[in-house]
């Protein structure tokens, strides 16, 4: 009996110790990935418009499935596209074949993802898709595979070999999948005018979505604003200023705001008189403001920078819509 050849499982590890061999590998896989993603952007054509308007004209959501590694993968292109304004959902193909098929509406369009193309798991989704007219849109490197047949719109993945040294795992295939699937979400995202403020919404949890926090989401707005006309007498305005707990006064003159009244300013007026005046004579013109729609950020950026502790919030016709002061954003985790 003739020996079996050697398998490259057989071969040696690089030595931990051998720092320029290790970097080296590193290097090459993410040389190999790179190549492979230029090879897919060159390659784009037409047909990626006709993805993206097959989807963005679709009424119901996408269902994007896969199987192994490009089904992690099509996790994280549902995850994207969800939270850049085009509804998505993963579905398992193995439990989708034992019951989960009902989460596929008749208004869905189905992305599946297979480097192959021949997953058998991929089967009974498909052949549910062709039977219920749902658009099927192939992510793949055969365009001759089943998975490419059955496709209404394929996207084809350029044939390249893995970054693997083995050339086994998944590494080339599921990068150029992923980017693909990023390149599909923003395209959406512009042709439905997805904002800031959209994305804002969907991510009211951790840094990401303290960061995007407007002013009007963390604002103080109606009887808790400190507001009194320029007529006001001052042991009025005092009353109020003190009542609202800010330090200051925002002091309006026909229905606008006109000016503040802060700490400061009393401290630079005070005489026997104080009570006596008015809030109009006391005033700072012309206060730092801000827009509610402005970052949260911003504001807080502004009061570090003007050192104040509180901003009026003014509308678009020089109305006050609220006040913020710097614990509100402190409090929401504003950086």
Do not use: W
Not at 25 to 42: K, T
Not at 82 to 94: E, L, M, N, R, V
């Amino acid at each position: 009996m003739s020996e079996a050849p050697p398998c490259a499982y057989d071969a040696p590890p690089i030595p931990v110790s051998r720092d320029d061999a290790v970097l080296a590998l590193g290097r090459q896989v993410l040389i190999q990935e790179a190549s492979a993603l230029q090879r897919l952007a060159e390659g784009l054509d037409a047909g990626f418009s006709r993805c993206v308007d097959a989807i963005f004209r679709r009424t119901g959501r996408v269902a994007v499935t896969g199987m192994g590694k490009s089904g992690h993968v099509a996790r994280k292109i549902a995850a994207t596209f969800s939270s850049t304004g085009t509804p998505a959902y993963f579905i398992h193909p193995a439990e989708a074949s034992h019951g989960d098929l009902g989460c596929v509406l008749a208004d869905d369009i189905l992305l599946a993802l297979s480097n192959s193309g021949e997953s058998p798991e991929l089967a009974d989704i498909l052949e549910y898709a062709v039977r219920r007219g749902i658009p099927v849109i192939a992510m793949t490197r055969n365009p001759d595979s089943f998975l490419g047949r059955q496709a209404d719109f394929p996207l084809i993945l350029p044939d390249v070999g893995e970054a693997c040294p083995l050339g086994c795992a998944p590494t080339s295939s599921t990068t150029m999948m992923m980017a693909m699937g990023d390149a599909l979400a923003m395209a959406l995202l512009r042709l439905h005018g997805f904002t800031a403020a959209d994305f804002s919404l969907f991510h009211p949890g951790g840094h990401l979505g303290r960061r995007l926090r407007l002013v009007r989401d963390i604002m103080h707005t109606g009887d808790e604003i400190p507001l009194a006309d320029e007529s006001t007498p001052m042991s009025e305005a005092l009353v109020i200023m003190s009542a609202k707990g800010f330090g200051c006064l925002g002091v309006t003159r026909d229905g606008r705001l006109a000016g503040m009244i802060s700490d400061g300013d009393l401290r630079r007026h005070m005489s026997d008189d104080l009570l006596h005046r008015r809030a109009g004579e006391i005033m700072t013109p012309a206060p730092v403001t801000i827009a509610p729609d402005a970052p949260a950020s911003r504001a807080l950026a502004l009061m570090n920078g003007r050192r104040i502790t509180c901003l009026m919030v003014e509308d678009g016709s020089g109305g006050v819509a609220g006040i913020l002061h710097m614990h509100d954003c402190l409090r929401a985790g504003i950086e």
